[in-house]
């Protein structure tokens, strides 16, 4: 059984930038036809899709954040980590790695606040 859990910041300031990792157990990074995703829920919002990496490295954004999202990984400790640049008020949200409908982590709250 997969498992997924977000670390990192939980308040950071407007024009900083947004550092996750996600840690996963039960499953590999490179198996084939895993995709690892990024979505987050904004207060009172749907879910957004951010991103993903494939089992080969590759990465995929969503058109309205490609230009500040880097999604990577680090496959000697089975995690990946998601870096929004310039982060804003608006960016506040619950932050979820997830394995399609096979596993997401518990979701992390980040706060951007002045």
């Known amino acids: 059984q997969v498992q997924l859990q977000e670390s990192g910041p939980g308040l950071l300031k407007p024009s900083q930038t947004l550092s996750l990792t996600c840690t996963v157990s039960?499953?590999?990074?490179?198996?084939?036809?895993?995709?690892w995703s990024w979505v987050r829920q904004p207060p009172g919002k749907g879910l957004e899709w951010m991103g993903a990496?494939?089992?080969?490295?590759?990465?995929y954004y969503s058109p309205s954040l490609k230009n500040r999202t880097s999604i990577s990984r680090d496959t000697s400790k089975n995690h990946f980590a998601l870096q929004l640049s310039s982060a804003t008020p608006e960016d506040t949200a619950v932050y979820y790695c997830?394995?399609?409908?096979?596993?997401w982590g518990q979701g992390t709250l980040v706060t951007v606040s002045s």
């Open positions: 997830a394995l399609g409908v096979a596993g």
């Open positions: 990496i494939g089992f080969s490295g590759n990465t």
């Open positions: 039960g499953a590999s990074l490179t198996t084939n036809g895993y995709y």
